[in-house]
């Protein structure tokens, strides 16, 4: 007689050798960083209004509003690198979000 026993062991055997329940290679975490590559969505900075701004690394309340009255007294930016006129706004936060920004 087969104890109860061995009939689980020899299951739990059977079932991790099968290649359906054996354990697939982590391809998610691959498609998620991909996904997560082309969900960025980029701030015009010609365009945005304060808010929006603030979504950007290292813009606050104060930046996104001298950001927003650069424009208005100078005109829509012609660069990115325009930015860099606005007081608050350095190398560092452009290079923080050079693929989320757009004229």
């Known amino acids: ?4 026993s061995t009939v689980i062991f020899s299951t739990i055997v059977f079932l991790s ?14 498609s998620v960083e991909a996904a997560a590559k082309q969900t960025i969505h980029t701030i015009s900075i010609n365009k945005a209004d304060a808010k929006s701004l ?3 690394k290292g813009i606050g309340v104060k930046t996104a509003k001298a950001i927003i009255d ?10 990115i690198g325009e930015l860099l006129k606005v007081k608050g706004v350095g190398l560092k936060v452009l ?3 050079e693929e989320r920004l757009s004229i």
């Not at 007689?1 to 109860?4: C, Q, T």
């Not at 050798?17 to 691959?30: L, M, V, Y």
């Open 1 to 4: 007689m087969i104890k109860l």
């Open 17 to 30: 050798s099968n290649s359906a329940f054996a354990e697939q290679p982590n391809t998610q975490k691959i």
């Open 54 to 56: 603030t979504l950007l």
């Open 70 to 79: 650069y424009r208005s007294a100078h005109g829509d930016f012609k660069s």
């Open 95 to 97: 290079a923080k979000n």
